[in-house]
């Protein structure tokens, strides 16, 4: 699996999570259903374009070092979102070798070819051209269809696009066959994700604003040399709004990674955003991030509910087996969703069904069997893996140290003893100064169980 990275020139905003988080959850997934994924992800640290010079040189910094601060964050911004690295992050600074072989492999079968200002790929040599987005060169209105150098360009203005970029003053270069200069950013991905994954490969990721021309020329670059199939499918994450716009810096319509997290916590930011399907369009807004938060509390309550009943040593007190059947269609459920096109917006609604059902099922003793509530946990456990990724274990799941345990378990024991000697003043003290510390305290027909309660967590 092959998914474009960011270009490191920027900080990560809320609309590249989406990509980064989509394609995780995809990972993950894949995993648990016994795939072996092997995940290449590269970092765009080579385009420059005149607006990023400029801001190098207003920082005062040399481009090397602002490229690097921005690698850095990047993965810095991934981690604070849960997101488990790819198994190879090439950077595209370290493989301009590998991207000038294949170049040099296009000129030499006549499917690209020198100009004054770098080398082109000529899309007519590739009659697939279009078989992606459905774009029809034909289709080209007069004047247009020429040569176009910039990495973004609209079907309009379509035509040869560059795959090698002679140097312009102040921009860093590298040395080639056509003089110094810089590859292409779509000659990058075709390079890279051939050199690790082979000339075909199962699934290459994106945004949708990848789809054309990025995804397409990577087509006609990787096919036009190896004569092979390029991807078997493609995966394209629709976009994220911002109150209803697109994001845009100059219209100050704009919410970066490091200002959302501060501000919503990570654990909601991606709980809201995979609720929703990958290839729906949605809106990041105060008023819908705001309504996931129960959802989300619900979650919680049910993995650590059920982790520390788990972890209780309680026996049956009565038929559990309609529970263990509601789990058994909850698995498949959740299942069934993911295998449709990784639904995730279903796959949450079956799971928060579930919950409901549990909680009803488990009222009013608020208790089940450890067995059951093992099995259970386990459940939400490898599902909210899936869609928390890292915030699982770091925000989800509260564990609570041994000698924790241990402390309150001699407090509730010398609770019992009170109580049984008829001394509710001690009994009462106790459990009042345990709720205060943060605690829950509930008498149950096998004895006293404790959690830590949500708000202290
Ligand atoms: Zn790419």
Same mark, same amino acid.
């Given at each position: 699996?092959?998914?474009?990275?960011?270009?490191?020139?920027?900080?990560?905003?809320?609309? !590249?999570?989406?990509?980064?988080?989509?394609?995780?959850?995809?990972?993950?997934?894949?995993?648990?259903?016994?795939?072996?994924?092997?995940?290449?992800?590269?970092?765009?640290?080579? @385009?420059?374009?005149?607006?990023?010079?400029?801001?190098?040189?207003?920082?005062?910094?040399?481009?090397?070092?602002?490229?690097?601060?921005?690698?850095?964050?990047?993965?810095?911004?991934?981690?604070?979102?849960?997101?488990?690295?790819? !198994?190879?992050?090439?950077?595209?600074?370290?493989?301009?070798?590998?991207?000038?072989?294949?170049?040099?492999?296009?000129?030499?079968?006549?499917?690209?070819?020198?100009?004054?200002?770098?080398?082109?790929?000529?899309?007519?040599?590739?009659?697939?051209?279009?078989?992606?987005?459905?774009?029809?060169?034909?289709?080209?209105?007069?004047?247009?269809?020429?040569?176009?150098?910039?990495?973004?360009?609209?079907?309009?203005?379509?035509?040869?696009?560059?795959?090698?970029?002679?140097?312009?003053?102040?921009?860093?270069?590298?040395? =080639?066959?056509?003089?110094?200069?810089?590859?292409?950013?779509?000659?990058?991905?075709?390079?890279? =994700?051939?050199?690790?994954?082979?000339?075909?490969?199962?699934?290459? @990721?994106?945004?949708?604003?990848?789809?054309?021309?990025?995804?397409?020329?990577?087509?006609?670059?990787?096919?036009?040399?190896?004569?092979?199939?390029?991807?078997?499918?493609?995966?394209?994450?629709?976009?994220?709004?911002?109150?209803?716009?697109?994001?845009?810096?100059?219209?100050?319509?704009?919410?970066?990674?490091?200002?959302?997290?501060?501000?919503?916590?990570?654990?909601?930011?991606?709980?809201?955003?995979?609720?929703?399907?990958?290839?729906?369009?949605?809106?990041?807004?105060?008023?819908?991030?705001?309504?996931?938060?129960?959802?989300?509390?619900?979650?919680?309550? @049910?993995?650590?509910?059920?982790?520390?009943?788990?972890?209780?040593?309680?026996?049956?007190?009565?038929?559990?087996?309609?529970?263990?059947?509601?789990?058994?269609?909850?698995?498949?459920?959740?299942?069934?969703?993911?295998?449709?096109?990784?639904?995730?917006?279903? @796959?949450?609604?079956?799971?928060?069904?579930?919950?409901?059902?549990?909680?009803?099922?488990?009222?009013?003793?608020?208790?089940?069997?450890?067995?059951?509530?093992?099995?259970?946990?386990?459940?939400?456990?490898?599902?909210?893996?899936?869609?928390?990724?890292?915030?699982?274990?770091?925000?989800?799941?509260?564990?609570?140290?041994?000698?924790? *345990?241990?402390?309150?378990? *001699?407090?509730?024991?010398?609770?019992?003893?009170?109580?049984?000697?008829?001394?509710?003043?001690?009994?009462?003290?106790?459990?009042?100064?345990?709720?205060?510390?943060?605690?829950?305290?509930?008498?149950?027909?096998?004895?006293?169980?404790?959690?830590?309660?949500?708000?202290?967590?």
């Amino acid at each position: 699996m092959y998914s474009c990275g960011l270009t490191v020139n920027d900080y990560m905003h809320i609309g !590249n999570a989406r990509v980064y988080l989509v394609w995780d959850v995809v990972k993950r997934y894949l995993e648990y259903s016994g795939y072996k994924v092997l995940h290449v992800s590269n970092v765009t640290d080579i @385009a420059v374009e005149d607006r990023i010079i400029r801001e190098i040189k207003a920082l005062g910094v040399s481009f090397q070092k602002f490229i690097e601060d921005f690698t850095r964050f990047y993965f810095e911004d991934r981690a604070s979102l849960g997101i488990a690295r790819a !198994n190879v992050h090439p950077l595209a600074t370290q493989h301009v070798q590998q991207m000038i072989e294949l170049i040099e492999k296009l000129v030499r079968m006549g499917f690209a070819y020198a100009a004054e200002d770098g080398v082109y790929y000529s899309i007519s040599k590739f009659p697939a051209y279009g078989k992606l987005s459905g774009f029809d060169p034909k289709a080209l209105k007069a004047g247009a269809g020429g040569r176009v150098s910039g990495e973004d360009y609209s079907k309009e203005s379509a035509g040869d696009f560059s795959v090698w970029k002679s140097v312009k003053p102040d921009e860093p270069y590298w040395y =080639s066959p056509w003089g110094k200069g810089r590859p292409g950013w779509h000659i990058e991905c075709s390079a890279m =994700s051939m050199l690790y994954l082979g000339d075909s490969f199962d699934i290459h @990721a994106g945004g949708e604003d990848n789809i054309f021309p990025h995804h397409e020329n990577e087509i006609a670059q990787s096919e036009a040399a190896s004569g092979k199939p390029f991807v078997k499918y493609w995966l394209h994450t629709r976009h994220l709004f911002l109150n209803g716009r697109r994001m845009s810096k100059s219209l100050k319509n704009y919410l970066t990674v490091r200002e959302a997290v501060p501000k919503y916590g990570a654990a909601l930011i991606r709980f809201f955003i995979v609720s929703s399907h990958y290839r729906s369009q949605m809106d990041f807004n105060e008023t819908d991030i705001r309504a996931a938060e129960p959802r989300l509390e619900r979650f919680k309550e @049910a993995v650590n509910l059920m982790h520390s009943l788990a972890n209780e040593h309680i026996e049956a007190s009565r038929d559990e087996s309609q529970l263990t059947a509601s789990l058994e269609a909850a698995r498949k459920g959740f299942q069934d969703a993911m295998d449709d096109d990784f639904n995730t917006s279903l @796959a949450i609604t079956n799971l928060l069904e579930f919950i409901r059902e549990v909680n009803r099922n488990i009222e009013p003793e608020k208790t089940i069997s450890s067995g059951t509530a093992s099995k259970i946990y386990s459940f939400l456990e490898a599902t909210g893996g899936i869609l928390l990724g890292d915030l699982f274990d770091r925000e989800i799941l509260v564990t609570v140290p041994d000698v924790v *345990t241990r402390l309150v378990r *001699t407090l509730l024991d010398e609770r019992d003893k009170a109580r049984q000697a008829g001394n509710y003043a001690l009994s009462d003290s106790i459990r009042d100064r345990l709720i205060q510390a943060g605690s829950e305290v509930q008498d149950t027909k096998t004895g006293s169980l404790w959690r830590l309660k949500s708000k202290a967590r």
